[in-house]
C-alpha cells in the first residue's frame, strides 16, 4: 500500500514537472512576434536616438512552397527614443506583434553616431541576450535609415539571407572585412587591437553617363587598377539593388576614425588571414602595344590586365621586435592562385614568364599592404591588424602589458612587408596561341 | 537498518555523482569568478586549485585508511563521542544547505535570464524543487545510477561545445601568461579550493560503496576529472573572451555556446547547452538535498531520512527566496562560501580524522597499560 502511495505522489511529481517546463508564462507563438531582420541606429534631436527597424513580413516572403512577393518582404518602421530598448516599447504600441530581435542579422550605425562613440549601443546589444553574437554590424556613410529604406534585395526573398550573405559577401570579393557584433566587441576591448566594421551606402547611380564623374572623384593610383578603388556609394555601378558594402570603417577604441576603400580592405583581409577566394586583377608587367587599323596604322600603348584568383596559401605571420622603444613589424603573407585571364600575348603559364608573374604581383601587393599599414599608423593611429599580439605574448605579468600602452608605441612603429605569391594553376588551358602569331598583327 | 544494507554504489557510479557535484559550477559561473581571480591566468590558477586538491585529499585519504568502512561522522563519533558526531554532521549540513539553496536560486536565476524570461522566480525555483525532491525521494542508489548514465553523455556535450569554439581560439588572449603573478594566483587559490567543496559528500557514500577500499582512487579519478574539465573549459573560455572582457558574461560557458556558428546550419547550438545544464542542475540538486537529509538524520541517529525531505525543501525554497537579487545571490556564494567553504571540506575532515587516530591511539596504549597492569 505504502508502496503504491509513494510511486503515486513521484507520477504526480513527474507529471508537474513536465506541464511546467512548457512554459506556459513565456509561450509565445511564432506568428506572434515581428522579427526585425536590420536595426538602423542614427543619431536624433535633443541626444535621442532615431532608430530604424526593418521587419520581415513572413506572410510575403512565402508560405510553404509558394513564393512570395519581394517587394512586400519588408516594412520599414522608423522611431525616435533614447534608448534601443526604448523605441522598442514604443513600436510595441502600434503592432500587433512583438518585436524580436532573434533572428535580426545586421545592425547598422550611421557614421555620424559612430565618429562620437559606440560604446554605449554596442554594450546594450551585448547585454540583451536577442541579439546573436554573429549579428552582423556595419557603418552607414549616410543615414542608416536611408539605407534601410533603399535597400531592395532582388535576387533573394528572404531579407535576413539578403543580409546574411551580403555580409559575408568579404569572403569572394575581399572589398570589405568580417564584421560580426561579438567580435566587434572582442576588439574594442582589446589591449593589442582596434575594431573595424564594415562600410555600407546606397549606390544611387541611375544613368551610366556618372561614372565618368565618379571615376573622376575616386581616388585611384595610376599604377594600379580601378576596381576595388572606392568606398561604398561610390561605385560606378548602376543596380537595381541599391545597397552597397565595400570598404571598412576604422576605430580607436569606440569611435571611428576613417574610412578604407575596397582595395584596402583587401589589404587588411590578407594581413590578418580573413582572406577568402577573390578575383584580383594587377596591370600587365609589360607595356602592350596595340596595333591601330584604318587610317592610322601603326601601334600605340595598350593597358594590359591580368586576372588571378588569389586566397591565402598559409596563415599571415606578424613578428614584432622592439628596438628603442619603438615597434618593428615585420608581416608575411603567402598566397597563392590560379590564372583567370590576360589580356596580353604574353604566357604568363610556364617557365621564367610565370616567375616574373608571381614576382611581380607579390611586389604589387607587398606596396599596397605596406601603403595600407602606413595609413593605419599615420592617418588613424590605430592598430586593426592586432600586430600587438606577439608583443603581448612576450610578457609574463599583467600590470607590466598595461603600463607598456602599446597602443601608443604602435604611432611609431615600422613596418616590413614580405608578401609571397605562387601561382598554382593557369585555368582550363595550359597556354594561350596569340591570334597574331597565327595570322600577322594586322590581319 | 535493513535498508541502509541494501544500498550499494559501483566505483563508476560514485565516480560520476562527483564529477556532476563538482562540475555542475563550470556551468554556472566558475569560469568568470576564476578569470576575476586569476586574469589571464586564470587557467594555470585552476590547474593550481586542482593539483593541491588532489595533494591534499592523497593525504587525508592516507590517513582516513584506518576507518574505511565508517563515514565521516562515524570518525567524528569516534573522536568526540555523540556530541561530536551532532556538531560535525551540522556542520556538514548547514554547508550543504547553504551551497544548495544558493545553487537553486542561482540556477533559477540563469534559467530567467536565458530561457523563461517572464516566468515569475517562485515557480522556476518551485520547479527545481519538485525535481530535487523527486530525486532525493528516490534515494543515494538511484541517484549515482542516474549520474553514471547522464555523466557520459553530459562530459561528451560539454566537449562538443569545447571543440566547436577551436576555430576561435586566440593564444595571445591568456598572455600575459602569468597573469597577476605567481604571488597572486597561490594566494588566490586557497579560497578557490571551495569548488571542490563536494568532496565531502565521498566521506559520505564510503560505506555504500561495493569496493570500501575504492573511495581513494574513486575520489583521485574524480578530482583528475574534475580538473580536467576545469582546465579546459576555463582554458578556452579565456582563448575565445580575453581578460578583462572574460570578467563580464554572466554565463561563461552559454556565452561561448552562443557564438559559436559554423556555417550557416551549426549555429544556435546553446539548445544543447540548456539540456547539459539542466540535466546537470536537476542531478546536482537532488544528491544535494539527499546529503542534506542524510546528514541531519544521520547527526541525530533518526531511523528514517524521507520524512526530512518535504520540510527541508521548503526551508531551501523560502531561503532561496530571500536574496533581493541575482547579484545578491552571487555575493553570497562567492562573498562568504568560497571564502570559507574549504576550511569546511578539507580542514574539518582533517582534523576529524587526526584527533580520531590520536584517540584510537590513546585507547590502544590505554588498554595495553591496563593489560600490563593486570
Redesign the interface.
Known amino acids: 500500500m505504502k508502496r503504491k502511495v509513494n510511486k503515486s505522489v513521484l507520477f504526480i511529481m513527474v507529471i508537474l514537472i513536465v506541464f511546467s517546463m512548457s512554459g506556459c508564462f513565456d509561450s509565445i507563438e511564432a506568428d506572434e512576434m515581428a522579427f526585425v531582420v536590420s536595426l538602423g541606429i542614427d543619431k536624433g534631436s535633443s541626444g535621442n536616438l532615431i532608430l530604424t527597424f526593418l521587419v520581415a513580413v513572413p506572410i510575403s516572403i512565402g508560405v510553404g512552397g509558394e513564393i512570395g512577393e519581394v517587394e512586400k518582404s519588408t516594412t520599414i518602421i522608423t522611431v525616435e527614443a533614447p534608448t534601443i530598448n526604448g523605441a522598442v516599447s514604443i513600436v510595441n504600441t502600434l503592432l500587433s506583434k512583438r518585436i524580436s530581435f532573434s533572428h535580426a542579422k545586421l545592425v547598422l550605425i550611421s557614421k555620424e553616431l559612430a565618429q562620437e562613440g559606440v560604446e554605449k549601443y554596442i554594450n546594450a546589444l551585448i547585454r540583451f541576450r536577442e541579439f546573436r553574437p554573429t549579428m552582423f554590424i556595419a557603418i552607414s556613410r549616410d543615414k542608416a535609415e536611408e539605407f534601410l529604406k533603399a535597400v531592395k534585395p532582388v535576387l533573394e526573398i528572404n531579407p535576413a539571407k539578403f543580409f546574411e550573405m551580403f555580409m559575408v559577401s568579404y569572403k569572394h570579393t575581399g572589398y570589405s572585412p568580417r564584421s560580426e557584433l561579438e567580435t566587434f566587441y572582442l576588439k574594442m576591448e582589446c589591449t593589442c587591437n582596434q575594431p573595424v566594421a564594415a562600410l555600407l551606402d546606397i549606390n544611387d547611380v541611375s544613368d551610366s553617363s556618372e561614372f565618368e564623374r565618379i571615376l573622376s572623384e575616386a581616388e585611384i593610383d595610376e599604377d594600379s587598377t580601378i576596381e576595388g578603388d572606392y568606398k561604398a556609394g561610390e561605385i560606378p555601378i548602376i543596380s537595381d539593388t541599391k545597397s552597397s558594402n565595400m570598404g571598412l570603417a576604422v576605430f580607436r577604441g569606440d569611435k571611428m576614425v576613417g574610412e578604407m576603400d575596397g582595395r584596402e580592405a583587401l589589404s587588411y583581409l590578407m594581413v590578418t588571414g580573413d582572406l577568402g577566394l577573390v578575383y584580383y586583377s594587377l596591370p600587365d608587367p609589360e607595356e602592350g602595344r596595340k596595333y591601330m587599323p584604318g587610317d592610322f596604322t601603326g601601334t600605340e600603348i595598350e593597358k594590359n590586365y591580368i586576372s588571378l584568383r588569389l586566397g591565402m596559401a598559409r596563415k599571415p605571420s606578424i613578428k614584432v621586435k622592439i628596438k628603442d622603444d619603438r615597434p618593428i613589424i615585420s608581416g608575411s603573407v603567402f598566397l597563392e592562385g590560379d590564372i583567370l585571364s590576360v589580356d596580353s600575348d604574353q604566357d604568363y603559364s610556364v617557365g621564367e614568364e610565370l616567375t616574373k608573374l608571381e614576382n611581380y604581383a607579390s611586389e604589387h601587393i607587398r606596396k599596397n599592404i605596406y601603403e595600407f599599414l602606413v595609413k593605419t599608423r599615420d592617418e588613424f593611429k590605430s592598430d586593426i591588424c592586432a600586430t600587438g599580439k606577439p608583443v603581448k605574448k612576450t610578457f609574463l605579468y599583467w600590470d607590466d602589458w598595461v603600463a607598456f600602452k602599446w597602443m601608443d608605441k604602435y604611432e611609431k612603429a615600422e613596418f616590413n612587408v614580405d608578401v609571397k605569391v605562387l601561382i598554382r594553376r593557369s585555368g582550363i588551358m595550359t597556354k594561350n596561341i596569340p591570334m597574331s602569331l597565327l595570322k600577322g598583327k594586322d590581319k | 537498518m535493513q535498508m541502509k544494507q541494501k544500498i550499494k554504489i559501483g566505483n563508476f557510479e560514485a565516480l560520476c555523482l562527483l564529477i556532476n557535484m563538482f562540475c555542475s559550477k563550470l556551468i554556472l559561473d566558475f569560469p568568470r569568478y576564476v578569470s576575476e581571480d586569476g586574469?589571464?591566468a586564470s587557467w594555470l590558477l585552476v590547474l593550481l586549485i586542482s593539483i593541491v586538491v588532489f595533494v591534499v585529499f592523497t593525504f587525508l585519504a592516507r590517513i582516513y585508511k584506518k576507518f574505511s568502512d565508517k563515514d565521516i561522522l562515524d570518525v567524528a563519533k569516534l573522536a568526540f563521542g555523540e556530541p561530536g558526531k551532532i556538531i560535525a554532521g551540522l556542520l556538514f549540513m548547514l554547508q550543504f544547505l547553504y551551497l544548495v539553496t544558493i545553487v537553486v536560486r542561482e540556477f533559477a536565476e540563469d534559467i530567467k535570464?536565458?530561457?523563461?524570461?517572464?516566468?515569475?522566480i517562485s515557480?522556476i525555483i518551485?520547479?527545481f524543487c519538485?525535481?530535487m525532491?523527486?530525486g532525493a525521494?528516490?534515494g543515494i542508489e538511484t541517484l549515482c545510477r542516474i549520474n553514471a548514465l547522464a555523466v557520459p553523455v553530459l562530459s561528451a556535450a560539454f566537449i562538443f561545445i569545447l571543440l566547436l569554439s577551436i576555430p576561435r581560439f586566440?593564444?595571445?588572449k591568456i598572455?600575459?601568461?602569468?597573469?597577476?603573478?605567481p604571488a597572486v594566483l597561490i594566494k588566490k587559490a586557497i579560497p578557490n579550493i571551495s569548488a571542490y567543496s563536494e568532496l565531502t559528500t565521498l566521506l559520505f557514500i564510503i560505506p555504500y560503496l561495493n569496493d570500501k577500499g575504492n573511495y581513494v582512487s574513486i575520489g583521485k579519478y574524480a578530482i583528475l576529472a574534475s580538473g580536467f574539465f576545469f582546465t579546459v573549459g576555463t582554458l578556452t573560455y579565456t582563448l575565445v573572451?580575453?581578460?578583462?572582457?572574460s570578467t563580464e558574461f554572466f554565463l561563461p560557458l552559454y556565452?561561448l555556446a552562443?557564438?559559436i556558428?559554423i556555417g550557416?546550419f551549426l549555429?544556435?547550438i546553446e539548445a544543447i547547452f540548456i539540456l547539459v545544464w539542466a540535466s546537470s542542475a536537476f542531478l546536482y540538486l537532488s544528491s544535494g538535498l539527499y546529503f542534506v537529509t542524510y546528514m541531519f538524520k544521520k547527526s541525530f541517529g533518526l531511523q528514517t531520512r524521507k520524512p526530512l525531505l518535504i520540510p527541508f525543501t521548503i526551508l531551501i525554497f523560502s531561503i532561496a527566496m530571500i536574496p533581493e537579487n541575482l547579484y545578491s545571490a552571487l555575493r553570497l556564494e562567492m562573498g562568504y562560501y568560497r571564502n570559507y567553504a574549504w576550511i569546511i571540506t578539507i580542514i574539518v575532515p582533517l582534523f576529524l580524522v587526526t584527533a580520531a587516530s590520536v584517540r584510537a591511539k590513546i585507547e590502544r596504549r590505554n588498554k595495553s597499560d591496563e593489560a600490563k597492569s593486570q
Do not use: E, K, N
Not at chain 2, 535570464?113 to 515569475?120: A, F, G
Not at chain 2, 598572455?175 to 603573478?181: F, I, V
Not at chain 2, 573572451?241 to 572582457?245: G, I, K, N, R
Open positions: 586574469g589571464t535570464v536565458i530561457s523563461l524570461t517572464t516566468t515569475p515557480i518551485s520547479l519538485i525535481g525532491l523527486t525521494f528516490l586566440d593564444s595571445s598572455a600575459p601568461w602569468l597573469g597577476p603573478g573572451y580575453q581578460y578583462p572582457m556565452q552562443r557564438s556558428a550557416r549555429s544556435r
